[in-house]
């Protein structure tokens, strides 16, 4: 046997954070825009559903959706929207973002579609060079191993030497083990035998196999992934593309199904897409799932995809749940209730505030969580400006323990010395001081008012 199996330890930092435009931003303003203008209209006619439909397909146009999907999917929704219990209902402007809403989870893919994970448990991942190939089988192997699975992550690059290093250090980051195949070795078919053959896989539950891309679709690509395909007999076959590529993607898209009748897609660099038409298209143009999103650079930036929940956060419904499980992903829950319980007793002090910053700088970009919650993705000038987060933070990373615990000892000479050491104006310093002490009178003063309301139940009763 020429493979090798191996689970090495391999140093590398974290991949590095970016501040991306929201996903679907440009499409998202546009639709409630739209939206916005229909609610104000009492009765619906076929007039003024023509005239927002037409907006609507041109907003779609524009965000990189098919033209023919556009014109596909305004045509359902009209043939809804002119129907009699619309016509009849009190809000028939919500009625008709309703029918958007669900007409648009239909599009991108109704109901979420789930892994194969039955025998022989093995999972290619495909692509092209740039999508993301690589990352995605880690971060894919990092969701299936919080899940409780033990998978194994097989390089099978050998056309590209740095893939292979670079799934290896992946693999050591989510501590997740990776065959690699002999450095010499180019010949696919045999490592991938090597891989399926090695000693420790009754240790692990699935395996992931990382494939070779080109720069294009060319012959010698798919011939290589067909035979692949062939030997291993996998349940899945996942497509990573990138979503900023748009039309192309979809392309892309078609062209591997068409070659290797691919059953879902992984959709990467969501999170810098901000018209989001590929997204759109791949469902109607592929008749294959999209299955996850990448919404960024990092491992965790990785989520299976849920139609009706893009759908809301399209609209400017937000996504609690989703919201919801991130945070219960990222906090743990006794430091969360414990942050509770000093809110509630006016006993909050800068130890907590920076306690509090950890915890949802561990949910993920804030721009990104501000888009999950409802009506808040579209607030005109409601941006997070992360210069003056880090500002923030540093401002109070500058204090003692002492002064955190203490705000009210940090006299002019103290908070000179904080300016300097966290690179800051005074004025800045005072700032932070004077709304962090309005926050603690207003819990103290509401405080007060509870236990005020606790006395006059129990003398009334």
Do not use: W, Y
């Not at 994970?117 to 299936?144: Q, Y």
């Not at 240790?203 to 891309?213: K, L, M, P, Q, R």
């Not at 491992?299 to 849920?306: M, W």
Request: proline share 4%; glycine share 8%; with cysteine.
């Amino acid at each position: 046997m020429e493979g090798r199996p191996l689970c090495r330890p391999i140093d590398s930092s974290d991949a590095t954070e970016r501040v991306t435009p929201g996903m679907f931003s440009q499409l998202s303003d546009k639709l409630q825009e739209i939206f916005k203008d229909l609610r104000g209209h009492g009765t619906i006619s076929e007039s003024n559903i023509d005239g927002a439909l037409r907006h609507v397909r041109l907003a779609l146009v524009e965000a990189d959706v098919d033209f023919q999907v556009a014109k596909k999917f305004v045509a359902r929704v009209k043939e809804k929207a002119l129907g009699e219990a619309v016509l009849r209902s009190i809000t028939p402007g919500q009625q008709i973002v309703k029918i958007f809403h669900d007409e648009l989870s239909i599009l991108l893919g109704g109901d979420a579609a789930p892994l194969d994970l039955g025998e022989p448990h093995r999972i290619l991942i495909v692509g092209l060079n740039g999508s993301g190939k690589t990352t995605s089988a880690a971060k894919l192997a990092r969701l299936l191993k919080k899940q409780s699975h033990a998978p194994c992550l097989i390089a099978l690059d050998l056309q590209r030497p740095a893939a292979i290093e670079q799934l290896a250090t992946l693999g050591n980051q989510i501590n997740v083990p990776v065959f690699t195949p002999d450095a010499a070795d180019k010949n696919v078919q045999r490592a991938a035998t090597a891989a399926i053959e090695r000693e420790d896989r009754q240790s692990t539950d699935i395996d992931i196999f990382d494939t070779a891309g080109r720069q294009e679709i060319d012959e010698p690509l798919i011939q290589e992934l067909k035979q692949l395909k062939d030997l291993l007999q996998p349940q899945e076959i996942l497509l990573v593309v990138d979503a900023a590529t748009g039309q192309q993607a979809v392309s892309v898209a078609t062209h591997f199904n068409d070659a290797l009748q691919i059953t879902g897609i992984i959709l990467t660099k969501l999170d810098g897409d901000a018209r989001g038409g590929a997204a759109l298209s791949m469902r109607e143009v592929t008749h294959r799932p999209i299955k996850f999103i990448g919404t960024g650079e990092k491992l965790d930036q990785f989520e299976p995809f849920v139609p009706e929940r893009l759908a809301g956060r399209i609209l400017g419904m937000g996504d609690v749940v989703g919201l919801v499980e991130k945070a219960a992903e990222a906090i743990d829950a006794e430091d969360a209730a414990r942050l509770e319980r000093k809110l509630r007793s006016a006993s909050f002090d800068f130890n907590d505030f920076l306690a509090q910053f950890k915890m949802m700088r561990k949910m993920g970009p804030l721009e990104n969580i501000l888009g999950m919650l409802p009506g808040m993705s579209n607030v005109p000038g409601l941006s997070i400006d992360e210069k003056q987060l880090n500002r923030t933070e540093a401002i109070v990373l500058s204090m003692t323990s002492e002064e955190r615990r203490r705000p009210e000892i940090l006299n002019a000479r103290r908070r000179q010395r904080i300016a300097r050491g966290s690179g800051s104006t005074v004025t800045e310093v005072n700032d932070l001081l004077r709304r962090f002490d309005q926050m603690r009178k207003l819990m103290k003063n509401a405080g007060k008012m509870k236990r005020q309301l606790k006395l006059l139940q129990r003398l009334h009763r």
